[in-house]
């Protein structure tokens, strides 16, 4: 497997999901739980984000074909939707959507470990196309499970954002988070426009 594709698609897992962006949210939806109860909806969120990506791993290119939708055509859509996100990062419209997402499920006594944790705060729109994409920019068993390994890594490190996120709070701060997360949407944008390059590659289009 080519090092610099698995290289490509940690960073663009990593930034679709933004396991350090996510951090602060956990931190509100789980206030004033006990520490084995938030540990217990880390755990929750983050296999239920694992299970449905994987079902789109695997589904997911069948349904696209089911339904006459090619994957260069795919790319260029997954892109165009990837170069969206970008921009909501950048200009700090998605850290807002999200922070409303955490707000409508405030209610101590619910679990938000599925709604809106798994769902769609990791697992979103953005995180399930982005699997899709690479998945089908692999041939073989191998470059399946290599994907699905650099997923795997991506969503442990979601967990142990998780786990530490109010450390991680406390030390980036409000300015600090800002930042990172806008540095993550200019790389988004350039992984999306090469998204985009793909697919018209794939229609014979480009170089």
């Known amino acids: 497997m080519d090092p610099n594709f698995l290289i490509t ?33 880390a755990i929750r969120a983050t296999l ?11 589904f997911g290119e069948g349904i696209l074909n089911f339904i006459g939708i090619s994957m260069p055509a795919f790319r260029i859509a997954g892109g165009i939707l990837l170069f969206i996100t970008a921009l909501d ?28 944790l ?7 729109p953005g995180a399930i196309a982005t699997v899709i994409l690479l998945v089908g920019q692999t041939e073989g068993p191998a470059g399946y499970f290599a994907v699905m390994g650099v997923l795997a890594a991506v969503l442990a490190l979601v ?39 793909d697919g018209l590659r794939g229609f014979g289009l480009g170089g």
Do not use: C, H
Not at 9 to 37: E, Q
Not at 48 to 58: D, R
């Open 159 to 197: 967990f142990a954002m998780f786990l530490s996120a109010a450390w991680i709070e406390r030390m980036l701060g409000k300015t600090g988070i800002t930042v990172v997360t806008r540095l993550l949407g200019m790389l988004l944008a350039a992984l999306s426009v090469q998204f985009v390059l």
């Open 118 to 124: 798994a769902i769609p705060l990791i697992a979103g």
């Open 9 to 41: 698609a940690f960073v663009a897992l990593f930034v679709v999901i933004d396991p350090i962006g996510l951090a602060p949210l956990y931190v509100a939806l789980t206030a004033g739980m006990t520490a084995a109860r938030r540990r217990a909806i």
């Open 48 to 58: 239920t984000a694992i299970g449905i990506l994987l079902v789109f791993s695997i």
């Open 89 to 116: 990062m950048l200009f700090e419209r998605r850290t807002k959507r999200r922070e409303d997402q955490a707000e409508d499920d405030d209610n101590p006594d619910d679990d938000p470990s599925v709604f809106p």
